[in-house]
C-alpha cells in the first residue's frame, strides 16, 4: 500500500522560511518522481516542484523558482522542499506525490494532478503579513 506523509507546515512571516518534508513508500515504479503542488483557499491545485530519482534533477515552477530547494536522501523517497523568503500568496495547502516519472513529469508541468493517483493529505502553510 502506497502511504505518503507530509510535515512541516505552519505559520510564518513573510519573507521567512520553512522547510517541508515528504515520506513516501509502498510503491514499485522504476523511475518515478515525488512532487509537491499546492492549493490555496479558492483556487485550484497547483504544481510547483518535483525531483527525479533517476538523477535528482528538479523542476521549479516559476511561483516559487529562486525561492525554493528540492532535495532528497540516499533512498530518493524523502523529498524535503525548503522555502524562503516566503510570500502571503504561499498560503496554501501543500500536497505531495508520487508517480511514474512520465507521469509525474506531465501531471505537475501541465497541473494535470488527475494522472496522478498517490498523495498525501497535506499540510498547511500560512504565511502572514
Known amino acids: 500500500e502506497v502511504h505518503i506523509v507530509e510535515s512541516g507546515g505552519g505559520l510564518v512571516q513573510a519573507g521567512g522560511s520553512l522547510r517541508l518534508s515528504c515520506s513516501a513508500s509502498?510503491?514499485?515504479?522504476?523511475?518515478?518522481?515525488i512532487g509537491w503542488f499546492r492549493q490555496a483557499p479558492g483556487k485550484e491545485r497547483e504544481g510547483i516542484s518535483f525531483?527525479?530519482?533517476?538523477?535528482?534533477?528538479?523542476y521549479y515552477a516559476d511561483a516559487i523558482k529562486g525561492r525554493a530547494t528540492i532535495s532528497s536522501d540516499n533512498a530518493r523517497t524523502t523529498v524535503t522542499l525548503q522555502m524562503n523568503r516566503l510570500k502571503p500568496e504561499d498560503t496554501a495547502v501543500y500536497y505531495c506525490?508520487?508517480?511514474?516519472?512520465?507521469?509525474?513529469?506531465?501531471?505537475?508541468?501541465?497541473?494535470?494532478?488527475?494522472?496522478?493517483?498517490?498523495w498525501g493529505r497535506g499540510t498547511l502553510v500560512t504565511v502572514s503579513t
Open positions: 525531483i527525479s530519482s533517476i538523477d535528482s534533477s528538479a
Open positions: 506525490a508520487v508517480a511514474d516519472l512520465a507521469t509525474m513529469i506531465n501531471a505537475i508541468m501541465g497541473e494535470n494532478y488527475d494522472a496522478i493517483h498517490h
Open positions: 509502498g510503491f514499485s515504479f522504476a523511475d518515478y518522481g
